[in-house]
């Protein structure tokens, strides 16, 4: 069964002041590699409801986000997390093309998805917006799994070069999650050390700035990938982020295309292995136009 591809056209809607990283040409980016897959099945994306953002976020902080958009207002939510009149249609879609993801997926329709909008989650918090993002897609998607599909081992596994602080702190002590992520230390947001107090269902490894290919596969293989195979997950959920690539301006490990087909070998295996392959990726990062096309092919090849 082939891939299936979730985008919507107008996740491009969402528009940052110019010079801002986390652009609609992204998305572009994306799609040019995604299209290069041959007899992948593309679906639109549908907007998440407000009952399935209410399992995640705080009521407080959804209302203001709905009322910034009826007042058409643009503005900063913080230094570099923009709202403006596209965002609210585009957050919707991303959030909701994951569950759609892992609708699909449980349902039989397809055995992996790969949610590709913007702008990114993995940094929002439950009431707070953050790094380029304002709605936690991926947690969202976790919790509508358990909540409407009566899951009881979600797997939510990061590889963006940013630790993926909203996912953790929404997800930590989620008796039906286990959430591991590798990212570059130091770097944005500063947190995910493995040595500080963290929850009981969270795995944090780093990489320092410079670190390539083996230093990356060996982190995974030897303290990621056997945790997800312990915990025998019924769904694994991706927070796919392309911006440990080494072309990538934001952060400086020097990741290469090949990488992210191993990365996504690796997760299809062990899905195949304990979840009778069920995958669900959403984008994340990725800055460097060339970078992101290329890599995303790559990932997008080994789920295929
Ligand atoms: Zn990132």
Request: proline residues 6%; charged residues 20%.
């Amino acid at each position: 069964m082939s891939l299936l591809i979730i985008t919507h056209d107008d996740c491009l809607g969402h528009r940052p002041p110019d010079g801002h990283p986390e652009r609609p040409a992204r998305l572009e980016a994306v799609m040019r590699g995604l299209n290069q897959l041959s007899g992948a099945r593309m679906e639109s994306a549908r907007p998440i409801t407000r009952d399935e953002l209410d399992r995640t976020h705080g009521r407080h902080y959804l209302d203001k986000i709905e009322q910034l958009d009826e007042a058409g207002q643009q503005l900063a939510l913080d230094a570099d997390t923009h709202f403006g009149p596209g965002t609210l249609r585009a957050i919707k879609l991303a959030a909701g093309a994951a569950c759609q993801g892992v609708d699909q997926v449980l349902n039989g329709a397809a055995r992996r998805a790969f949610a590709a909008v913007r702008p990114p989650g993995h940094h929002a918090e439950s009431a707070r917006a953050m790094g380029f993002c304002i709605y936690s897609n991926i947690a969202v998607a976790a919790c509508h799994a358990v909540a409407a599909h009566g899951l009881q081992r979600v797997a939510v596994v990061d590889f963006d070069v940013h630790h993926g602080n909203g996912s953790e702190a929404i997800l930590a002590g989620n008796e039906n999650v286990l959430f591991l992520s590798s990212h570059q230390s130091p770097l944005y947001p500063g947190t995910g050390q493995p040595d500080t107090p963290h929850a009981s269902n969270v795995r944090n490894a780093v990489l320092p700035p410079a670190s390539g290919s083996n230093e990356f596969r060996d982190l995974w293989l030897e303290h990621l990938l056997p945790e997800i195979d312990r915990y025998r997950p019924q769904l694994v959920l991706v927070s796919a982020g392309f911006d440990a690539h080494w072309r990538d301006p934001l952060a400086q490990l020097q990741l290469k295309d090949d990488d992210y087909y191993w990365i996504g070998e690796r997760l299809v295996d062990l899905a195949e292995r304990r979840a009778d392959g069920r995958l669900v990726a959403s984008l994340e990062g990725g800055y460097d136009l060339k970078a992101l096309e290329a890599s995303a092919l790559a990932f997008a090849e080994a789920l295929h």
